[in-house]
């Protein structure tokens, strides 16, 4: 089980920080991921990180100002999100992904799924 939390409301420019709270399996044998879905839209891709957090990837849009990383001991994921602009509003979810080492932006590859947590950004 995934569940998500840190989400809220910030004016553009704010930080927010979620994380992604694991239970029922072994962490660590894990890679994990944030997606995020706008109204109307496509869930996408954000960030990933490897079983080990030695390993992480990003989309161009939010390198620089995002940052994932993972708590092993505390099965937690967490995305700490600087310079927040209104296109970074969406629906943030976190996934697994058995594949521990590999690197994938396909949501299909992810096994398991959080039920979400709302970011809104202002103008």
């Known amino acids: 089980q995934l569940v998500e939390s840190g989400g809220g409301s910030v004016p553009a420019g704010g930080s927010l920080t979620l994380s992604c709270a694991a239970s029922g399996r072994t962490f660590s044998d894990y890679a994990m991921g944030w997606f995020r879905q706008a109204p109307g839209k496509e869930r996408e891709f954000v960030a990933r990180?490897?079983?080990?957090?030695?390993?992480?990837y990003y989309v161009d849009s939010v390198k620089g100002r995002f940052t994932i990383s993972r708590d092993n001991a505390k099965n937690t994921v967490y995305l700490q999100m600087n310079k927040l602009n209104p296109e970074d509003t969406a629906v943030y979810f976190c996934?697994?992904?058995?594949?521990?080492?590999?690197?994938?932006?396909?949501?299909?590859?992810?096994?398991?799924w959080g039920q979400g947590t709302q970011v809104t950004v202002s103008s």
């Open positions: 996934a697994a992904d058995s594949w521990r080492d590999r690197y994938t932006e396909i949501k299909h590859d992810y096994e398991y």
């Open positions: 990180i490897n079983w080990n957090g030695l390993m992480t």
